[in-house]
């Protein structure tokens, strides 16, 4: 049964946030969604992230985050950095940005709360995280109980993905009815290319992947 209170969903414009976006349209009554400019390299993401907002008809906010591409050297932030391909034996790779996923779900939290919403919906999943630390299960326990302390406030993060990896995100969209609009119309790659992307990039190749084993799976049932 659908919940009748309102989310707010983080949003990208990418696979797993429209994923999202669309799994909090059918549990809660009313969804808002909060996009970030943090002066990533594929700053497309904005343009489509409002383009399926309003096609979704839910409202659409960005915020400027840009102080986070000045706190570290990433790939993500910093066109002069190659990007990993792989992920290092022995560190993380170079697309991690350290802090984002804790400042996001700071920030969301205070938008949230002045718009008296307290769940909150994020994409990240432990099953394919490339290894970043701000994507497991613990971490955002723990920014859950550590917001709600900071702000006295009893919000919910929702992280319908945590447990799937890329295959389980495909078919989820299925379920939702959303698999053509995520196929054709989100932004995943880290180069900025629309759909399925420049297919060499760490995420284009995650993506593909998971695409691939679902529509094998699909069409032998």
Known sequence: MKSKESALVL?????????????AIKEF?????????YGQ?????????????????VPF??????????LSVNSL?????????????????????????????TFAA??????????????????????YPDCRDTFIMSANTSINLAMDEHFQIHTPLMWRDKTAVW???DELGVFALIRDKTLTCYNGIIADGCGECPSCRLRKQGLDNYLKIKNHT
């Open 11 to 23: 949003f990208s414009g990418g696979q797993d946030s429209t994923t999202c976006l669309f799994w």
């Open 29 to 37: 009554e009313s969804v808002r969604t909060l996009c970030f400019t």
């Open 41 to 57: 390299r594929h700053s497309k993401e904005v343009e489509i992230a409002r383009n399926i907002a309003h096609q979704a008809n």
């Open 61 to 70: 906010q960005m915020l400027d985050a840009s102080i986070i591409s000045q």
């Open 77 to 105: 932030t910093d066109v002069n950095v190659v990007m990993d391909s792989e992920k290092p034996e022995d560190n993380y790779p170079n697309t991690f940005v350290p802090g984002r996923n804790l400042l996001f779900l």
């Open 110 to 131: 205070v938008i949230a709360r002045s718009h008296g919403i307290r769940h909150i919906v994020t994409g990240v999943s432990e099953a394919d995280y490339s290894g």
């Open 171 to 173: 078919e989820l969209a």
